[in-house]
């Protein structure tokens, strides 16, 4: 399965770096989503590492997803794609 990331997740003045908004394609409701919390999130750097994340909750009513990394995340990966598994 494949998402988008779509940005960070916070605050107007607070901006957690290490916890990404995920949109997945197909996904586009609430228990859509709610099926997929728990599973790992692979995000690719143009350097070849990989950077896994999980699945917290979800995000909104239309199927967005929070994403926790173990590390921030930079953010040039807003606007790439994850591998959801």
Do not use: Y
């Not at 949109?23 to 859509?32: C, R, T």
């Amino acid at each position: 399965m494949e998402g988008t990331i779509v940005h960070f997740r916070g605050s107007r003045r607070v901006k957690r770096s290490n916890q990404m908004v995920v949109q997945v394609n197909g996904v586009d409701s609430k228990d859509k989503a709610s099926k997929l919390v728990g599973k790992k999130v692979v995000w690719k750097t143009s350097a070849g590492k990989q950077m896994v994340g999980q699945i917290t909750n979800i995000h909104g009513n239309t199927g967005a997803l929070r994403v926790r990394f173990d590390t921030g995340m930079p953010g040039q990966s807003i606007g790439t794609k994850v591998a959801i598994e």
